[in-house]
């Protein structure tokens, strides 16, 4: 699975004879990295209140995770209820057949926080990798 970030025109690099789609520099491909980041977003996502799947993937999307499938969102909402880092409920919906909405537990908040320091950490040591201060 391959993901484009938006404002940015993707190119293919071939790497080990395998082409990626490279954004912004970036490698987009199916990898535990995007998967760990894409929880993280999902949290915070529905730490700023109860939400819905499809809701959830037009605030990925609207934020540059273009072409985001239900496919994909779907498994991390599945992941973070079994952890328990979220709670579903059954509710109407004012357009049609009921739905899921999803709200963060304390678990998820604290899960959250830790996503939220370990991202930051990463970055930083990334960057002084790749833009070392000469």
Same mark, same amino acid.
């Given at each position: ?68 499938? %239900?496919?994909? =969102?779907?498994?991390? #909402?599945?992941?973070? *209820?079994?952890?328990? +880092? &979220?709670?579903?409920? @059954? ?17 998820? %908040?604290?899960? =959250?926080?830790?996503? #939220?320091?370990?991202? *930051?950490?990463?970055? +930083? &040591?990334?960057?002084? @990798? ?5």
């Amino acid at each position: 699975m391959q993901y484009t970030v938006a404002g940015a025109e993707p190119t293919v690099q071939k790497y080990q004879n395998k082409d990626l789609i490279v954004t912004k520099g970036v490698t987009m491909e199916d990898s535990q990295l995007l998967k760990g980041i894409l929880e993280g977003c999902v949290l915070a996502i529905i730490a700023k209140g109860e939400t819905y799947g499809y809701d959830i993937l037009s605030v990925l999307e609207r934020h540059g995770f273009k072409e985001l499938q %239900e496919g994909t =969102l779907y498994p991390v #909402l599945v992941r973070l *209820e079994k952890k328990k +880092d &979220i709670q579903c409920r @059954i509710g109407s919906s004012p357009y049609g057949p009921k739905r899921k909405y999803y709200s963060i537990t304390p678990g998820g %908040e604290e899960h =959250l926080k830790q996503f #939220l320091t370990s991202y *930051e950490n990463l970055i +930083d &040591i990334t960057n002084s @990798i790749l833009y070392p201060a000469n």
